[in-house]
């Protein structure tokens, strides 16, 4: 297969019947008097969600809902690595010169974050500039084929969402993404920018400014003290280092371990992606359909949601892995690559004040030639789907007329014609 061929999700009634028969097997633990969500997701919230999901969801119809996405699956060649289905949203824009844009995911998100940013991007109401969007599923999420073989790192993460884009014949494109899908996006811009001509993040995770690096930033802050935006968004982060980032730790040395409970248990799934779901937010009102289709798309994922957690293990141990294997082969690029500075391609950058790091924007200048840079006063982790109103807007601002990205894809401005040769 290597022509795109239309997908549909359908998951078989026996794997729904079976699920269902689990959640009514459900035996609860106890809580703390008071823990609130101290302690992690509470009790009360677990027990109303599986109650719902046993008696009332109804996964048909949020199947439904996703199948009028434009989804394809395509075959994606991993070097030194097997073929892989890689299944994949693309719409189109009607607007002649869109700009080609790859939406990345993280976790514990999906193909579905992008669900509320499809239309104002490709079909924009303004003089907004027009863009084709990609939204794949990484392999080993949602409705791509997970690989058999250790090592398969954010090169090889990166290779495939670049190869995609090759194939749909955009041999020039743009890059969105949060979580692990900044520091995919940074590995595109590393190894893939020919192509990749511009990237805007909303999370990225900068060291601090040094004299030997960035001496004028230093002095900068020196001088000028923090903002209490900027002081927040500090607290915040240390929060998430003391308070937040376990699970981190476990999913990056053992996955295997944490894998058997969320394969084998809804409510253990339910409960680790939930409490994400909550701490990683600005007070987004979640319903509880979002919630559970949320994770029920990792429980019905063609490889499982232990497949998921080893992105983590391989971004940690990238340059560990035995002679001989097929990540030995490759050029692995560690987690710690995301924050050194690529001078290749043009960066933009959005902070919200509840995401996991939030660092002063000027920091974002350690990262590569800054563009566009915007610090928001709301929204969370998962801005596509909370905030999707701000992430549109600086997406559009970046690359509109005017913006610090305009031009940057040869041909294709957004606006009905082409920009001509490429401005950066």
Not at 93 to 98: I, L
Request: contains cysteine.
């Amino acid at each position: 297969m290597s022509a795109s061929t239309p997908y549909q999700v359908k998951i078989p009634q026996e794997r729904l019947d079976h699920f269902r028969q689990r959640l009514a097997l459900t035996t609860f633990p106890d809580e703390l008097d008071a823990s609130g969500w101290d302690y992690g997701a509470p009790l009360a919230d677990i027990k109303r969600l599986v109650k719902y999901w046993r008696e009332s969801y109804d996964w048909r119809r949020q199947e439904e809902q996703i199948n009028r996405l434009p989804q394809f699956v395509t075959e994606i060649p991993v070097d030194e690595f097997e073929t892989l289905k890689i299944h994949y949203v693309h719409r189109k824009s009607d607007v002649n010169g869109a700009i080609p844009l790859l939406f990345v995911h993280g976790w514990p998100g999906s193909f579905v974050e992008v669900t509320k940013i499809l239309e104002p991007l490709t079909q924009p109401s303004d003089r907004g500039p027009a863009f084709h969007v990609v939204a794949p599923s990484l392999p080993n999420f949602g409705f791509s084929e997970g690989t058999s073989k250790r090592g398969f790192g954010l090169a090889q993460y990166a290779e495939v969402c670049h190869k995609l884009m090759i194939r749909l014949g955009y041999d020039e494109y743009v890059t969105q993404g949060g979580d692990w899908g900044s520091h995919i996006s940074r590995c595109i811009d590393k190894h893939h920018h020919g192509s990749c001509k511009a990237t805007h993040l909303n999370m990225i995770v900068p060291s601090p400014p040094t004299l030997a690096g960035s001496p004028l930033l230093v002095l900068q802050h020196a001088v000028t003290p923090y903002t209490t935006q900027e002081r927040a968004g500090l607290d915040r982060t240390q929060w998430f280092a003391r308070e937040g980032r376990g699970y981190s730790a476990e999913q990056g040395t053992k996955p295997q371990t944490l894998g058997y409970a969320l394969h084998d248990s809804p409510v253990g799934l339910l409960a680790w992606i939930y409490e994400k779901m909550h701490d990683w937010t600005d007070g987004y009102p979640w319903t509880d359909d979002e919630i559970l289709t949320w994770v029920s798309i990792y429980a019905f994922s063609t490889a499982g949601p232990a497949a998921s957690l080893r992105i983590y293990y391989e971004a940690v141990h990238a340059e560990n892995h035995p002679p001989g294997s097929s990540a030995a082969a490759t050029k692995p690029f560690a987690r710690t690559e995301v924050k050194a500075y690529n001078p290749h391609v043009p960066l933009g950058c959005s902070l919200f004040p509840r995401d996991l790091d939030v660092p002063p924007l000027a920091w974002a200048q350690t990262l590569g030639r800054v563009v566009f840079a915007k610090a928001h006063d709301r929204g969370g982790h998962f801005a596509a789907y909370e905030t999707p109103d701000l992430l549109v807007g600086d997406v559009r601002e970046m690359f509109g007329k005017g913006g610090g990205a305009y031009g940057v894809v040869k041909g294709k401005d957004g606006y009905g014609g082409g920009s001509g040769a490429s401005r950066l």
